[in-house]
């Protein structure tokens, strides 16, 4: 278990997240259920979509979060859906904060807990898998408290950073910086006043930490 | 101990927002499936009596329906249809259109005889597509609308990872799974026929022409066969018979004896599992290499999987066992009648194909075990230690028993142990620790096998 390096950790965290995408725009319907192929992951039946631009879409959406979590100036993930006004729905948050702090330079050394006594594994895989089938199984749940979506959505990923770190700016830039509404808060996550928030779960696997919840935007609140 | 079940399901349904089948509940709870079922149609009416909607429940309904027209029915495309077919099974819908090939399409109603998981949603337009509907339940209850009926997977993989540990073969009568009487578990082991019990030690050597005189791994094949087949025969006591039984035992494996194995198998499933399950690594000491190699051959017969090392452990074990062989045969006669004989020789010829390895092994050292057993013979506890039986439960839950050189003190369990030896035999040969399962596996799993009778 001590052979996991701070790249393969992000790279088990990015994996989940596509997988996670996957979930939510099956979920909110965001693409029409057929275009949607059923697959496994973690032993967990989840769905995939079969559109190339769609995968597309995601997978660069996902590596270049993977390379904003490798520089370690992630604060936040966010999937959020827009209604057809470009209005936000709601969010699906995965906090990151809490990944260990690596150097750049420190990308592919090996982890090794801090913890002498007791050799904790870095990133135990069946624990992990076992929570993040949890998550999943959470996610699809939670169809249910959020009500259905209305017609025409879309979404995309947003990423929020860390207080000190520096905005992804290089050519070709494939982060566009958010126009926030509210900004009372440095890094503030709630870019309108939130409805509701539902927490989903809060990941704890070796060094995997993370949590995730939904937010609901307040003014656009969708039924139920 | 049935709990609250409204308890069980208002946690687990409302509260931590999981899908519960009936049979996570039947597992849960440990009552019947079918009182699972009714407990879970139980809640989901006072739920939804209290709070519309509050709970979604699936139905399983089995039935004959008519053959549909074949494009809405086409398994693959049927996901969004008013049925969701399950995929782990044939689409039974979506095979009509391969029978109506010929016919135009709606022409001919075949009957269908279907099982289909529904939403409760889609309940009603489900059950109207049925002509006759010979069972209806509730599958599972979630908090909301399952909109990947796979999910319910989950629920079965569940079950599997938390409750592997029961013996499904015990199991069956309380949860109510649907149990073949004829099935019986297989041993790793299948042992020799019963040969006449050679004269230990003498007979037994020279009975055991398969193996390569010289080579300790053959000896060990050898005796592991031979004592399978004493084991087998429960006929405990190593009565010196015959070389003519170890070298039957020895030499062939007729398969009679290894049916006989397995009827007597049979009886000691639960107990072989547990016997393997019992015996440890026995033979530390002989050479894993040998083991491997000594299994291959015996694969079936013994399970006495490489004890060459311990050629005095072995020894005693025999003569452990030849003891309760004895007392073991005796019952197995009662058992089999037809085995009996067929027993006798296993178990004579074990204790020689033990002995035989034994001194192989070790010229003098092994003849002097053998004697040991025979004079021990109605010792009960066999203290040949170091064979040690580690049992490794199969994804197949079949108990693999690997013999190692480490044997262990035989009592009154002798045949557990002897018979976890089989077991290990055939495991060890799965696992290739081959050598060692020579003599001693055959011997242990020949005693345990009567031992347990």
Known sequence: MAETTFRTLITAFTDFLTVAIHTILWERSIYPKTSFLSARKYNFPVKQNRHPKVCEWINDAVTAVESELLKGRVHSVGVVIFTKDSKPLERFVFDVSRFPDVPVDDLDTLLQSGDADEPQSILPVVEMEEQFRATLSKLTASRTSLGPAPEGCTFTVAIELKPDALAPVSHPQPWIPAQVADDENDGATARHPTAKTTPLRAIKAGEMKFEAWIEEAGSDAADG | ?453
């Open chain 2, 1 to 453: 101990m049935a709990r609250d079940y409204s308890e069980y399901l208002a946690i687990n349904v409302l509260n931590e927002q999981q899908v519960v089948s009936y049979r996570t509940l039947s597992r849960a709870l440990k009552v019947h499936v079918n009182l699972a079922k009714q407990m879970l149609y139980d809640f989901h009416r006072k739920q939804n009596a209290k709070k519309p909607s509050s709970v979604h429940a699936t139905y399983l309904i089995t039935g004959t329906r008519v053959a549909q027209s074949t494009s809405k029915t086409n398994g693959i495309h049927s996901q969004d249809g008013e049925d969701t077919v399950m995929r782990s099974s044939p689409p039974i819908p979506g095979s009509s259109p391969a029978k109506q090939t010929g016919d135009s399409g709606d022409n001919d109603d075949i009957p269908i005889r279907t099982v289909l998981l529904v939403r409760e949603e889609h309940l009603e337009k489900a059950k109207a597509t049925f002509k006759h509907i010979s069972g209806i339940h509730v599958y599972s209850l979630q908090p909301g609308s399952l909109s990947d009926i796979q999910v319910l997977s989950d629920c079965n993989r569940r079950i599997v990872s938390l409750y592997a540990a029961e013996d499904p073969l015990v199991a069956w009568k309380q949860y109510g799974t649907i149990q073949d009487p004829n099935v019986k578990r297989r041993t790793q082991g299948q042992r020799p026929p019963p040969p006449v019990a050679p004269p230990l030690a003498k007979s037994a050597v020279s009975t055991k022409p398969t193996a390569t005189a010289g080579k300790p791994v053959a000896l060990e094949r050898q005796a592991s066969r031979a004592s399978d087949a004493s084991i087998s025969s429960a006929k405990a006591t190593p009565e010196p018979n015959d070389t003519a039984n170890a070298k039957k035992s020895a030499a062939s494996k007729p398969p009679a004896t290894k049916r006989q194995s397995s009827d007597i198998f049979k009886s000691f499933a639960k107990g072989g599992s547990k016997a393997k399950k019992e015996t440890p690594d026995t033979s530390a000491a002989p050479s894993p290499a040998l083991v491997p190699v000594a299994d291959q051959p015996m694969g079936g017969m013994s399970d006495d999987d490489g004890d060459d090392a311990v050629e005095d452990a072995e020894v005693e074990v025999r003569a452990g066992t030849g003891k309760l062989r004895k007392d073991r045969q005796a019952e197995l006669e009662a058992m089999m009648d037809a085995e009996d004989d067929p027993m006798d020789d296993t178990a004579e010829s074990g204790i020689d194909s033990q002995t035989e390895p034994v001194t192989k092994a070790q010229a003098e050292a092994t003849e002097e075990p053998a004697e040991t057993m025979v004079v021990e013979n109605g010792r009960r506890r066999g203290r040949r230690r170091v064979m040690k039986k580690k049992t490794v439960k199969d994804e197949e839950g079949y108990l693999v028993t690997k013999e190692e050189a480490v044997w262990e003190s035989f009592s009154e369990d002798e045949p557990a142990p002897k018979k976890a030896k089989m077991a290990s035999a055939p495991a060890v040969a799965k696992g290739g620790a081959a050598a060692k399962k020579a003599s001693k596996p055959g011997q242990g799993n020949i005693m345990s096998f009567f031992g347990k009778k």
